[in-house]
């Protein structure tokens, strides 16, 4: 498994942007599917965006879909989501994640960091 080290998070307005960093340590990184999750208080944690291994193809929930970006640099272990149009919705504790390879359960998990949109 990798260590996941989540930042970025912040209190913004509605309509600002935020970006959120995810430093991976180990050395299989690139052989990591790398996700982006999130929970808000009293709900279920939900899925945002995944990028493939090669961060070649990415997935986004509809909610989220033409306003959150999520890449990867793997030279440097670090996996990013934009999140642009910030909604008072979108706030939740943001968790990054991964699996090895393209299919299963997300099994590596950061601590993940608050993200609140005021509106």
């Known amino acids: 498994q990798v260590q996941l080290v989540e930042s970025g998070g912040g209190l913004v307005q509605a309509g600002d942007s935020l970006r959120l960093s995810c430093v991976a340590s180990?050395?299989?990184?690139?052989?990591?599917?790398m996700g982006w999750f999130r929970q808000a208080p009293g709900k279920e944690r939900e899925f945002v965006a995944a990028?493939?291994?090669?961060?070649?193809?990415?997935y986004s929930s509809d909610s989220v879909k033409g306003r959150f970006t999520i890449s990867r640099d793997n030279t440097n272990s670090v996996v990013y989501l934009q999140m642009n149009s910030l909604k008072p919705e979108d706030t939740a504790v943001y968790y990054c994640?991964?699996?090895?390879?393209?299919?299963?359960?997300?099994?590596?998990w950061g601590q993940g960091t608050q993200v609140t949109v005021s509106s």
């Open positions: 994640a991964g699996r090895i390879g393209d299919y299963g359960n997300f099994d590596s």
């Open positions: 180990g050395r299989s990184f690139r052989t990591y599917t």
């Open positions: 990028v493939s291994w090669r961060g070649t193809t990415t």
